[in-house]
């Protein structure tokens, strides 16, 4: 939307120098008014250009969730008794209402699978009641990893 706002800004305000340009030449019989007008208009089109190329970084790179979305999720992990740990979230927005989340969590070692698979299902959900915008959520089991023994 905003590009269709910005092109089509431009595209009146270089009329309106194209304009004024060629009138205000004829009119005071001066061919470098015109000329200034030509270089104003691509001005004008130089400052779109830049203004849509940082408008639509975010687009092609890739936007975070806000970050009060990322802090509700980590709460949430928290809240989760089978949770170690889980405070790696990323988050993807592909548009106003879908995110994509990829989840790092550590769980509780003793847990069966079953356990485990429960667990997983109790915090997608509650994700998805909190938060109805994500839409895709992987949860990625984090190795438990040993201390190493002292020799």
């Known amino acids: 939307m905003f590009t269709v706002l910005f092109e089509d800004t431009a595209a009146l305000i270089g009329l309106a120098a194209a304009f004024l340009g060629v009138y205000l030449g004829h009119r005071y019989d001066n061919p470098y ?6 270089i104003a208009i691509g001005v004008t089109l130089s400052v779109v250009a830049l203004l849509l190329i940082r408008e639509s970084e975010a687009l092609l790179v890739g936007e975070a969730a806000k970050p009060e979305v990322v802090a509700s999720i980590r709460e949430l992990a928290c809240n989760e008794p089978a949770v170690i740990k889980g405070d790696r979230v990323l988050t993807t927005v ?3 209402d879908e995110v994509l989340m990829n989840l790092e969590a550590q769980f509780d070692p003793a ?3 079953a356990e485990l698979s429960a667990a997983v299902c109790r915090w997608e959900e509650a994700i998805r009641q ?6 895709k959520i992987f949860i990625d089991a984090a190795a438990m990893v040993a201390p190493p023994a002292a020799n």
Do not use: C, N, Q
């Open 111 to 113: 847990l069966s699978v």
């Open 94 to 96: 592909f548009g106003p």
């Open 33 to 38: 008014i015109d000329g200034a007008a030509s």
């Open 130 to 135: 909190r938060h109805p915008g994500v839409k």
